[in-house]
Nanobody, 128 residues
């Protein structure tokens, strides 16, 4: 069983940077999970933003954030992070992290359907 708690969201200006944190609590070692970040803006479907395999060296990103966002994991702290650079108003959303008991980010990772441990999310608002 996995539980997560996201934090770090706030209001930002276009072009600024922000790092979101995800504190993870699990019965099992964090190395058993691939990890993902997702977001949902009002009136839209949840969208996969980033996913990283269990080996932590092959991340996947949605096209709209490639080159701007980076997912990372700190096993010692049982935490995952989403480093966001060059923020845009379209990045405005509630951001969630979640874990998947699987070695790799599956082809359908962006749906989030196979992930567990959804937290309350953290709000990011980017103004122009």
């Amino acid at each position: 069983q996995v539980q997560v708690a996201e934090s770090g969201g706030k209001m930002a200006q276009t072009g600024e940077s922000l790092t979101l944190s995800c504190a993870i609590t699990s019965t099992f070692d964090l190395d058993n999970y691939s990890l993902g970040w997702f977001r949902q803006a009002p009136g839209t479907k949840r969208e996969g933003v980033a996913c990283i395999n269990r080996d932590r060296w092959r991340p996947y990103y949605v096209d709209s954030v490639k080159g701007r966002f980076t997912i990372s994991v700190d096993k010692a702290k049982n935490a995952a992070y989403l480093h966001m650079n060059d923020l845009k108003p379209e990045d405005t959303a509630t951001y969630y992290c979640a874990a998947h008991w699987y070695a790799y980010c599956r082809s359908d990772w962006s749906s989030g359907s196979s992930f567990e441990g959804w937290g309350q999310g953290t709000q990011v608002t980017v103004s122009s």
